[in-house]
T-cell receptor
Framework: DVKVTQSSRYLVKRTGEKVFLECVQD?????MFWYRQDPGLGLRLIYF???????EKGDIPEGYSVSREKKERFSLILESASTNQTSMYLC?????????????FGPGTRLTVT | QKEVEQDPGPLSVPEGAIVSLNCTYS??????FMWYRQYSRKGPELLMY????GNKEDGRFTAQVDKSSKYISLFIRDSQPSDSATYLC????????????FGKGMKLTVNP
């Protein structure tokens, strides 16, 4: 059973803080993704990674960076948190071939920036 | 025009009703069409997928793709309270980037 875990379910940070969101998957998937989910806007892709140390910008990368030093771990970094980054953050992973369309999601981290 | 448009919700139906959820899209390159289900306070999970056009049935769920109209549907027969969730359509181009493009999602409530 594929499992994607995220480091925190709820997080409260102050404006200007550096924030790290961690994601780990246990199925040796090549692809990993970070999304944010907001009411009325749906799921929006922030960054994704096809392989270790590889990263690609998604649709809304501004204000975010990522790190993938190991295959199973993908981190999202908010360099200087702002109130408009208050959101639900979802991590996902998928295989690079075969059922690539099946993304496995973590439970999400609800981040509040005050 | 957005790449993927999903009918706005929310939708509330009585138990046993037939539910129809729909999405339209503009990108002709899309070949994979998925429906994800997201329960409250959980991440989305894949419910069904279809490659290219046609129908696919899985129990009470039927997914339909009409590529000529760029329109996809998910039908739920004999809906149950346990079907109450947000349903997201998602699409991907074959042989290209493995990014999925998601609809905004529709929240469905099935009332006992």
């Amino acid at each position: 059973d594929v499992k994607v875990t995220q480091s925190s379910r709820y997080l409260v940070k102050r404006t200007g803080e550096k924030v790290f969101l961690e994601c780990v998957q246990d199925m040796d998937h090549e692809n990993m993704f970070w999304y944010r989910q907001d009411p009325g806007l749906g799921l929006r892709l922030i960054y994704f990674s096809y392989d270790v140390k590889m990263k690609e910008k998604g649709d809304i990368p501004e204000g975010y960076s990522v790190s993938r030093e190991k295959k199973e771990r993908f981190s999202l970094i908010l360099e200087s948190a702002s109130t408009n980054q208050t959101s639900m953050y979802l991590c996902a992973s998928s295989r690079s071939s075969g059922r690539f369309y099946e993304q496995y999601f973590g439970p999400g981290t609800r981040l509040t920036v005050t | 025009q957005k790449e993927v448009e999903q009918d706005p919700g929310p939708l509330s139906v009585p138990e046993g009703a037939i539910v129809s959820l729909n999405c339209t899209y503009s990108n002709s390159a899309f070949q994979y069409f998925m429906w994800y289900r997201q329960y409250s306070r959980k991440g989305p999970e894949l419910l069904m997928y279809t490659y290219s056009s046609g129908n696919k049935e899985d129990g009470r769920f039927t997914a339909q793709v009409d590529k000529s109209s760029k329109y996809i549907s998910l039908f739920i027969r004999d809906s149950q309270p346990s079907d109450s969730a947000t349903y997201l359509c998602a699409m991907s181009a074959a042989g290209g980037s493995e990014k999925l493009v998601f609809g905004k999602g529709m929240k469905l409530t099935v009332n006992p």
